[in-house]
C-alpha cells in the first residue's frame, strides 16, 4: 500500500507524509435545489445557530423527528472534562437538537452514552445535563449497568456475531448521533461511527478481541442513525480520545444522513497530529465505505456551505 493511502491510527499519522486535501465543494450554495438532495449541510458560525441551519439546510428536524416520536440523541459524554478540552460534544450542540426534537412534537429525548469516565462527573463537567435541564421532556442519562442492554445479532458481520446495545437504541426510537471529531490512539480519529460504540456494553472487546476498524463497521450495519450532526467547533487534533491535547477550533457543525460521508468530511475539517488527511486513510471509514455503508470521496458530495 503507498503512503498516500496508507491507514492511520496515531503512530502512523505521526509517521505518514501529509496527503493534500481535495475539497471541491459540488453543489450551489443556494436553496434553489431542493435541500434534501444535498448529501451534507457544513455550517461555520457559533454552536446554537449553526446546528439549527445545519437542520434547516437538511430539510428540517421534522423530517427526521415526527409528533409522538421517541428520539435519542447519541452525544459524546464519555469523559468527565469540560468544553474546551474538545473531548465531549459541545453542550449546546446537544441542548439544540433536544429543543428542536421537542419542538417537532417528539414525546421524548433520551440523551444517552455508556460513559467510559464516572457518570456523575461526567453529566456534570461536559455541561450537557444543565445545558437540557430546563426543555421538557428531555433526560439525560449515562448508562453503565447492564440491564440497560439487550443483545441482537449482527447478519452481516464479518468479525462481530452479536453485540448488547442499550435497549432504547433497539425500540423503534429515531436515533440522532452527535459527536464531536477528535483523535484517536486505536484509529486515528473518533467521529461518529467510532462515536457509537458509547451506545454498546463490552467496548473493550473492540479494543481487546477483534479488529476495531471491522468491528466498527459491523456495528454500523445495525446501529443506523437517521442523522448524524457532527460538533466540530473544537476539535481535539492530538491527545485524543481523552485529552488533553492540542485544540483547534473549526467553528463547524457538519451534518447528514450518510454516516460515512459525514465522518470523511470530518477528517478534512483540521490537521490530525499536524498533517492532513483523507477520510480513505482512515480504515474503518474505508471499510464501511467498501461494504456500502456510505460514501467517502468528499469531492463527490453535494455540500451546502454557510455561515451561520
Not at 496515531?10 to 448529501?39: C, I, N, Q
Not at 440523541?73 to 437538537?97: D, G, I, Y
Not at 421532556?137 to 468479525?159: D, M, N, S, T, Y
Amino acid at each position: 500500500m503507498s503512503r498516500h493511502n496508507r491507514m492511520i491510527t496515531r503512530r502512523k499519522f505521526l509517521k505518514t507524509a501529509a496527503a493534500g486535501m481535495a475539497l471541491g465543494l459540488v453543489g450551489s450554495p443556494s436553496f434553489s435545489v431542493a435541500k434534501e438532495e444535498y448529501d451534507l449541510a457544513v455550517i461555520s458560525g457559533e454552536p446554537i445557530a449553526a446546528t439549527r441551519k445545519a437542520l434547516e439546510a437538511l430539510g428540517g428536524i421534522s423530517r427526521f423527528v415526527k409528533k409522538g416520536q421517541r428520539v435519542v440523541l447519541k452525544p459524546n459524554m464519555s469523559f468527565s472534562r469540560t468544553p474546551e478540552f474538545a473531548t465531549t460534544t459541545h453542550p449546546l450542540v446537544v441542548a439544540t437538537v433536544a429543543q428542536a426534537c421537542i419542538e417537532a412534537g417528539a414525546q421524548q429525548v433520551l440523551v444517552l452514552d455508556h460513559t467510559l469516565q464516572r457518570a456523575e462527573l461526567c453529566l456534570e463537567r461536559t455541561g450537557i445535563r444543565d445545558a437540557c435541564k430546563n426543555i421538557p421532556g428531555v433526560h439525560v442519562l449515562a448508562l453503565q449497568e447492564r440491564k440497560f442492554f439487550r443483545e441482537i445479532k449482527i447478519p452481516q458481520g464479518k468479525v462481530l456475531e452479536r453485540v448488547e446495545v442499550i435497549k432504547e437504541v433497539l425500540d423503534n426510537s429515531v436515533l440522532i448521533n452527535i459527536p464531536i471529531a477528535k483523535s484517536h490512539s486505536a484509529t486515528g480519529v473518533s467521529i461518529g461511527m467510532k462515536g457509537l460504540m458509547g451506545l454498546i456494553w463490552d467496548r473493550e472487546s473492540f479494543h481487546s478481541q477483534y479488529n476495531i476498524n471491522q468491528a466498527i463497521a459491523d456495528l454500523a450495519t445495525v446501529i443506523k442513525p437517521q442523522l448524524t450532526i457532527l460538533d466540530a467547533t473544537r476539535v481535539l487534533t492530538s491527545g485524543g480520545p481523552g485529552g488533553p491535547g492540542e485544540v483547534k477550533k473549526p467553528n463547524l457543525i457538519v451534518a447528514g444522513i450518510d454516516p460515512v460521508a459525514v465522518d470523511s468530511y470530518g477528517v478534512s475539517v483540521a490537521p490530525w497530529y499536524g498533517q492532513n488527511f483523507k477520510g480513505r486513510q482512515v480504515e474503518h471509514l474505508l471499510v464501511s465505505h467498501q461494504r456500502g455503508l456510505g460514501k467517502i470521496d468528499v469531492e463527490q458530495l453535494k455540500i451546502f456551505k454557510e455561515k451561520a
